[in-house]
């Protein structure tokens, strides 16, 4: 049998007796377990935080009674009638939730109201604590009608403010005969929103770490340089196959080359950015307009730099089917440029993704950010307060890879009451339907058809709460002015959760690149702290990224961004 939320338990326990009382109205605690709910203000959060939480899976919701506890614990013992002069903030909600949970009744007052008309009501609701501004407190305890008042009640005032002078305590307590015990004032809403994003991306991280086990620095770099080389190596060979960039000595019209190498019209732009890697790399030189070649690569140096790049991957950073996934690409460069060897027939022999969704589970990074994915909007959805589901848009889902993380994270959480309306989004519907089939097992989450490249016109559903995006950012032709769209997805204090590259991935250009052509013009993706520029730039507040700066993983190239909107 499941464990009761001891709130719930509290609340069952008060029964019929008043758990909140509003304006001259009394809600028992059984009303608020079935909903009844005042409106506006303290006691309508108050209402609506007790049936987020009466629906918690028992570990959240005893992770979420911890601080509760410490409040109930500086009350004390029953009998508690605890007037609560505090706005619907987090300390005003979290007062007046200890105060259920140590069996009290609440009675919520106005904070803004006169302070000489208190002592006649908490003389009248036999108040035994109060919670108020500090402010408030010591216009309170220089009321002249504050001697002839009864208030042999009230044991304790909880004041909120700054540091107090003695002076003003010493007062408050001979006027009030109760202990009066100072709170410091709660973390402006910036600072709270800053502490939860580093709350959930801790988590993350500390979710994540064990799918990088043995992974170093090292061999991460090695593979990078070794595998760059490799691509660098077939790309020219591709081109020197076509008669052109085999001869140091001679040179080619830049603007030329697409049509003396045969080049499809459709695959032009890729084989500008090639041009572009290879000088950059110093494989070729660019004197003025003309590109001079290299010596001929032969299949020897080209098959051993593959063998090279092998060896640092394989059973250190994946799994060998990746390896031999950009060799097929390799292999048919000539083909692929021409146009006559189709991309899809060669990547997705049996016309699925199959091939594609293997390679998603098969490398370190993938794991490492997928796990970070599900550990963080789980910690984001089991926080998440309101009547109404959390809404989660996912941009770029190709496979599912990442939804199938967060989906798992989200039911191990939750188990059947899944507090999330979760849409998964995908331009390519052979890709979308390689999602929908290996996420069956979760029948509460959509799919949809959405280009997130589709231009201004594009209808995306919003507003949202989360945003979880794979290379929406890094595959614009504008990607400041995505980020900006993204952010005007999402409600206030909305998160971004986006997966991009740090570096330029070469291996891209001879795979993924001749499947699905990027509209971005690619002078290479920005740095780390590029992105974040580019985040702080659209209206997001503070950023956070895994892996952190001195992890391995980080060198092979890509970072989760954890984002939120003002």
């Not at 001697?147 to 006027?175: I, K, S």
């Not at 709170?183 to 809403?189: A, F, L, N």
């Not at 993938?366 to 989660?392: D, E, F, K, N, Q």
Request: hydrophobic share 45%; glycine share 12%; proline share 8%.
């Amino acid at each position: 049998m499941p464990a009761i939320p001891a709130l719930v338990s509290a609340l069952r326990t008060l029964g019929d007796r008043p758990a909140v009382v509003a304006g001259g109205r009394a809600i028992s605690g059984i009303g608020l377990l079935l909903g009844v709910a005042p409106q506006g203000g303290l006691p309508e959060a108050v209402a609506e935080r007790v049936a987020a939480h009466a629906a918690l899976p028992a570990a959240e919701s005893a992770q979420a009674e911890r601080r509760l506890r410490h409040w109930a614990g500086v009350l004390g013992p029953p009998p508690i009638r605890h007037t609560v002069l505090y706005p619907a903030t987090e300390l005003g909600i979290e007062l007046a939730l200890a105060t259920l949970l140590a069996g009290g009744t609440v009675i919520c007052g106005d904070p803004d109201q006169p302070a000489d008309q208190l002592p006649a009501q908490l003389e009248q609701s036999g108040t035994t604590h109060l919670s108020l501004p500090s402010e408030l407190l010591w216009r309170l305890s220089r009321v002249t009608t504050l001697r002839g008042t009864d208030l042999a009640a009230l044991r304790q005032v909880l004041h909120v403010g700054p540091e107090p002078a003695q002076g003003d305590v010493y007062a408050a307590m001979d006027a009030l005969g109760a202990v009066v015990a100072h709170v410091r004032p709660p973390h402006s809403e910036a600072e709270l929103a800053d502490h939860r994003l580093r709350e959930v991306v801790g988590a993350a991280a500390d979710t994540a770490w064990k799918q990088a086990i043995g992974v170093t620095a090292g061999q991460a770099r090695l593979f990078v340089e070794r595998l760059d080389d490799a691509v660098l190596l077939s790309m020219l060979s591709a081109l020197q196959s076509a008669g052109v960039l085999n001869d140091p000595a001679g040179g080619h019209p830049r603007a030329e080359i697409p049509d003396a190498a045969r080049v499809a019209p459709e695959h032009r732009p890729l084989a500008a950015r090639w041009l572009r890697a290879l000088v950059r790399e110093q494989s070729v030189t660019l004197r003025g307009e003309h590109v001079h070649g290299a010596r001929p690569v032969d299949d020897a140096t080209a098959h051993t730099a593959w063998e090279h790049a092998a060896e640092a991957w394989t059973g250190h950073l994946g799994a060998a089917a990746v390896i031999d996934h950009l060799r097929r690409g390799a292999a048919h460069l000539p083909g692929l440029l021409s146009g006559e060897q189709p991309a899809g027939r060669l990547f997705r022999p049996d016309g699925s993704a199959g091939g594609i969704d293997a390679l998603t589970r098969s490398t370190a990074t993938g794991r490492y950010l997928g796990s970070a994915l599900g550990s963080a909007v789980r910690h984001i959805a089991t926080a998440h307060r309101g009547r109404r589901p959390l809404r989660l848009l996912e941009l770029g889902a190709g496979t599912g890879a990442a939804t199938e993380a967060i989906a798992d994270a989200l039911a191990a959480a939750c188990g059947a009451v899944h507090p999330v309306d979760y849409l998964c989004t995908e331009p390519s519907g052979v890709l979308l339907d390689a999602a929908r089939a290996r996420l069956r097992r979760h029948p509460w989450l959509r799919f949809g058809l959405l280009d997130p490249h589709g231009g201004p016109g594009t209808a995306e559903p919003g507003p949202v709460d989360v945003v979880v995006s794979t290379g929406v950012l890094g595959g614009a032709r504008d990607a400041g002015d995505r980020a900006r769209r993204l952010a005007g997805l999402l409600t206030p204090g909305g998160w971004l959760l986006a997966v991009e590259p740090t570096r330029e991935h070469l291996d891209r250009l001879i795979t993924r690149d001749f499947l699905a052509p990027s509209p971005a013009a690619h002078a290479g993706p920005p740095s780390r702290q590029g992105w974040l520029d580019v985040l702080a730039a659209a209206g997001f507040g503070s950023a956070l990224t895994l892996p952190g700066e001195d992890h391995p993983l980080t060198l092979l190239g890509y970072h989760l961004f954890v984002a939120r909107t003002p």
